[in-house]
């Protein structure tokens, strides 16, 4: 993980370097920008197979993002103040704000998203990539209100799902031989296998 010389003052600040086509970057509250290494290609087989089904129940299909789409979030863990998505489901007004903005970032004044998911990269539970996901990550979407939020784990043979009830998220842990229900898209019907097993990219 390398860093940037650039600091940058605000988030639109760096919103108008137009960085956000560089997946691998991620802004840190500091205003320095943090270079990722690229995804395992496991978990991008994951997140395509997560979209193509998704594309299957969600309409229109362009709602439905794949490590696109930007999330202004406040930091929490590693300090970072936006996060993309593995998968990623806008509500029909975002398709406006954002080519409104021009920009591909959902901000706070916007309205959540309907859905996300996450690939678990490997590490035990003390690791960064696990508090990432289960942690850190968890705790910006619930302040955003996402309706659902799906952690998938091959690692651990596993998908939690969370749900929002009031304000707070309650979960459910979904082993691989079970078959997984969305609250948000009850049509979509699959096996945690299903998406485990991913999809040539």
Not at 133 to 148: A, F, L, M, T
């Amino acid at each position: 993980m390398t860093y940037t010389s650039v600091r940058y003052k605000t988030y639109e600040e760096y919103l108008a370097a137009n960085l956000t086509s560089e997946r691998h970057l991620r802004l840190l509250n500091s205003g320095e920008i943090v270079e990722l290494p690229p995804e395992d290609e496991n978990n991008v087989r994951m997140a395509s197979e997560l979209e193509y089904l998704l594309k299957q129940v969600v309409k229109p299909r362009e709602l439905v993002r794949y490590s696109s789409t930007e999330l202004q979030v406040h930091p929490v863990g590693d300090r970072r103040v936006n996060r993309i998505p593995d998968v990623l489901v806008l509500q029909p007004e975002h398709i406006d704000l954002l080519a409104e903005k021009k920009s591909s970032a959902i901000l706070f004044e916007m309205p959540p998203p309907t859905f996300v998911a996450e690939i678990v990269s490997p590490g035990g539970t003390q690791s960064d990539n696990y508090k990432r996901d289960y942690s850190w990550k968890r705790q910006q979407y619930e302040w955003w209100q996402i309706p659902e939020y799906w952690i998938i784990d091959r690692h651990r043979d596993r998908v939690t799902a969370l749900v929002l009830k009031g304000d707070t998220y309650t979960e459910r842990i979904y082993q691989s031989s079970e078959q997984i229900q969305s609250v948000v898209f009850p049509d979509l019907q699959l096996s945690i296998a299903q998406i485990l097993a991913g999809r040539e990219v």
